[in-house]
C-alpha cells in the first residue's frame, strides 16, 4: 500500500464548477499535511498547509480527518488556470521527518 | 528574490556517461533535497541535507548515485555511468528549516539518457 493515495483523474470540469480531491495516507503518526500544485512542466508549489480545524483560502478549502487519516481539498468557482496537477504531501516521522508526495490528482477546468 | 537555481535544465546523454547535475538553494535555507519525477513512480525524494550534512540518503536508488553539498549554497547530485532507466525530471528543493517547512523547488533538470 503506498503512504500516500489520490485518485489520480483526470478530472474534467467546466468553469465555474465545485470539485473535490480526497487523498488518504497510511502513517497515523503523520503531523503535517499539505497541498502543492505543480503545473505541466513546472515544479510544484505549495498552494496550502491542511490543518486539523480546517482551513479556507479563497476559493479553497482544505479538510482533514485524522481518524480517518484522509485529507481532502475543495475548489469552488473553478477557473481555467486551475488547470493542473493537485499533490497531497504528508510528512513522516520515520528517519528524521521527510514529506511523502501522492502521485498527484490532474484537474483540467474546460471553458 | 532568486528561487532555487538549478542546472542544466535539460541533459541528453548516452548510457554509461557521468551526468553531474548542480542546484543553488535559497540564501538563507538550512535544508536542502533531490527529489526525481517519472510517470510510473511520480515525486520520490532520493536525499536530503540539514546544514550541509546527508540525513537520509535512503531514497538513492544505488551505488550509482551520489549526492554532495560542500558548503551552504551549492549541492551536486551524480549519476555513474548513468542508464536509461534514470531518465527522469531531478527536482531540488530548499527549506528554511526542520523538514516539515514548506519547500520551494527549483525548476528541475530533464535528463534523457540514450
Known amino acids: 500500500r503506498k503512504e500516500v493515495e489520490q485518485d489520480p483523474g483526470p478530472f474534467n470540469v467546466p468553469e465555474g464548477a465545485t470539485v473535490a480531491f480526497n487523498c488518504t495516507y497510511s502513517n497515523s503518526a503523520s503531523q503535517s499535511f499539505f497541498w502543492y500544485r505543480q503545473d505541466c512542466r513546472k515544479e510544484p508549489k505549495l498552494l496550502m498547509s491542511v490543518y486539523s480545524s480546517g482551513n479556507e483560502d479563497g476559493r479553497f478549502t482544505a479538510q482533514l480527518n485524522r481518524a480517518s487519516q484522509y485529507i481532502s481539498l475543495l475548489i469552488r468557482d473553478s477557473k481555467l488556470s486551475d488547470s493542473a496537477t493537485y499533490l497531497c504531501?504528508?510528512?513522516?516521522?520515520?528517519?528524521?521527518?521527510?514529506?511523502?508526495f501522492g502521485q498527484g490528482t490532474e484537474l483540467s477546468v474546460k471553458p | 528574490d532568486a528561487g532555487v537555481i538549478q542546472s542544466p535544465r535539460h541533459e541528453v546523454t548516452e548510457m554509461g556517461q557521468e551526468v553531474t547535475l548542480r542546484c543553488k538553494p535559497i540564501?538563507?535555507?538550512?535544508?536542502l533535497f533531490w527529489y526525481r519525477q517519472t510517470m510510473m513512480r511520480g515525486l520520490e525524494l532520493l536525499i536530503y541535507f540539514n546544514n550541509n550534512v546527508p540525513i537520509d540518503d535512503s531514497g538513492m536508488p544505488e551505488d550509482r548515485f551520489s549526492a554532495k553539498m560542500p558548503n551552504a549554497s551549492f549541492s551536486t547530485l551524480k549519476i555513474q555511468p548513468s542508464e536509461p532507466r534514470d531518465s527522469a525530471v531531478y527536482f531540488c528543493?530548499?527549506?528554511?528549516?526542520?523538514?516539515?517547512?514548506?519547500?520551494?523547488f527549483g525548476p528541475g533538470t530533464r535528463l534523457l539518457v540514450l
Open positions: 504531501v504528508v510528512n513522516t516521522l520515520r528517519q528524521g521527518g521527510k514529506l511523502i
Open positions: 528543493a530548499s527549506s528554511l528549516g526542520p523538514v516539515q517547512e514548506t519547500q520551494y
Open positions: 540564501s538563507g535555507h538550512n535544508s
